[in-house]
């Protein structure tokens, strides 16, 4: 089954929130900082009803990059992330499997042996 989610392409609604994750360094250790901050987003959004779409394509390029570091003036600082935030119909929840076909604790008795 395809999982389905996020804000419907037809809500370009100008009043949807905008989020730009900036680090002060562009290395591996501030990408898994941006990522970090994404998800306490994400969760928190969630929990207050929100939907997240992440709109990765605006930093991906690094001429776009640098146009968007530029334009905002975000001098000292790199864009990592924009998220849309915003409301969205409700989905169904995507099907989860048993923890017990995911999960092996060595010892312990499993399902399928």
Do not use: C, K
């Amino acid at each position: 089954l395809a999982g389905v989610g996020g804000i419907p392409e037809g809500s370009d609604d100008p009043t949807t929130p905008l989020f730009l994750l900036v680090t002060v360094n562009d290395d591996p250790v501030s990408w898994l900082a941006a990522g970090e901050a994404m998800a306490m987003v994400w969760l928190e959004a969630t929990r207050r009803g929100l939907a997240v779409q992440p709109l990765s394509q605006s930093v991906e390029h690094p001429t776009i990059r640098m146009h968007v570091r530029n334009d905002l003036r975000l001098l000292g600082m790199w864009p990592q992330l924009l998220l849309r935030v915003g409301y969205a119909a409700p989905q169904p929840r995507t099907p989860r499997r048993d923890v017990a076909d995911v999960v092996h604790i060595d010892g312990a008795p499993s399902a399928g042996r």
